[in-house]
């Protein structure tokens, strides 16, 4: 079966009919193994308008060496750090004007995709490949947002019920 790698082109050109207009992709998600995932896509994003938004670690200080990319506090669930990566969302947001958030989550990547959403936008979540056997929590938030819902195990089907499954990324 297909992975996500040559869905995700096939999904958002769903969001453009016709193909006529260039597309904006924010690329949202939280450093690390987030990142590593969404990475996998970049044959998909390279000749496309982008840009990432995420938190600094390691390998999103690199990225940003060869990519556009804003950096946003990390929300590590707590209610002050959200606000403010909500407000920081808001302005790389608006600045920007990306037409579809693609994200693997985690918190970082939540308020970008719901101020997307607000202003008709769409969002497009892969659930973690580490998330075999049950959800995440970020999956559990961006399920009731997100436009198209991508898992990488079939057994997460299960528990997202419009999701669609077409392997994982590595």
């Keep these: 079966s297909c992975k996500p790698l040559c869905a995700v082109p096939v999904l958002v050109q ?14 949202a998600c939280s450093g690390g ?14 000749n496309k308008e982008h840009f ?4 600094r670690r390691p390998n999103s ?3 940003s060496k ?3 990319t804003y950096f946003v ?17 808001a302005v790389v947001f608006f600045n920007e004007k990306p037409d579809v958030v693609l994200t693997t ?11 997307a959403k607000i202003f008709g936008k769409k969002v497009i979540y892969i659930e973690s490949f580490c998330r075999i056997t049950e959800p995440s929590l970020s999956g559990k ?7 198209i819902f991508l898992v990488q195990w079939p057994e997460m089907k299960k528990y997202f019920k419009r999701a669609e499954y077409y392997g994982g990324v590595f």
Excluded at 74 to 79: E, G, H, S, T
Excluded at 141 to 147: A, E, G, K, Q, T
Aim: hydrophobic residues 45%; glycine residues 6%; proline residues 7%.
């Design 33 to 46: 193994g987030h990142l590593s995932e969404l990475l996998q896509l970049e044959d998909f994003y390279k």
């Design 73 to 89: 506090a990390d929300p590590k669930r707590n209610p002050i750090r959200l606000l403010v990566n909500l407000w920081q969302s």
């Design 141 to 147: 938030l961006f399920y009731h947002i997100s436009d």
């Design 52 to 55: 990432f938004l995420t938190f």
């Design 14 to 27: 769903a969001f453009q009919p016709g193909g006529i207009t260039p597309m904006k992709i924010c690329l």
């Design 66 to 68: 060869k990519e556009k």
């Design 61 to 63: 200080e690199e990225l």
């Design 105 to 115: 989550g985690a918190g970082v990547a939540f308020p970008i995709a719901l101020i």
